[in-house]
Every structure is written in C-alpha cells, then in structure tokens.
C-alpha cells in the first residue's frame, strides 16, 4: 500500500481557484483505486500524488490535517 496526497476542490461544477484548493491523504494500490475510491464524492480533483520516503515523513510532521483515509 502506498499512500497518495489529494489536491482538489469542493465542486466539480466550478472553476478551479488555486486558493480554495484542499488536501487529503488517501491510502491504496494504485492512483486509479484512489480515484475510484473518490468517485462519489463532489470533488474536482486537481492531481495526485504518491508520497514516499523522505517526502511521506515530512508531511506526516509537517501538515497539520495528516489523517490518512483506506481506499479499500
């Protein structure tokens, strides 16, 4: 398992605005799982990332929302 950084926006219906762009953590296999896993939600997902090593440690001291969800 990998775990995935989210960027994205509240409403698909609406244009992407850099400042009202949000985060979440997502744990799963691959990018496509964790995409699925969101399908339902009304988010205009912006890009994702997989974060790993010396990249998933900063964010887990650094981000004060690191709360990872499952896609499983």
Not at 39 to 60: C, V
């Amino acid at each position: 398992m990998a775990v995935f950084k989210v960027f994205y926006q509240h409403n698909k219906d609406e244009v992407i605005i850099r400042e009202n762009t949000q985060t979440i953590y997502v744990e799963g296999q691959t990018e496509e799982q964790v995409r699925r896993y969101l399908k339902d939600r009304n988010f205009n997902i912006e890009f994702i990332t997989k974060l790993e090593g010396a990249h998933l440690e900063y964010e887990k001291e650094h981000s004060t929302n690191f709360n990872v969800e499952n896609a499983e």
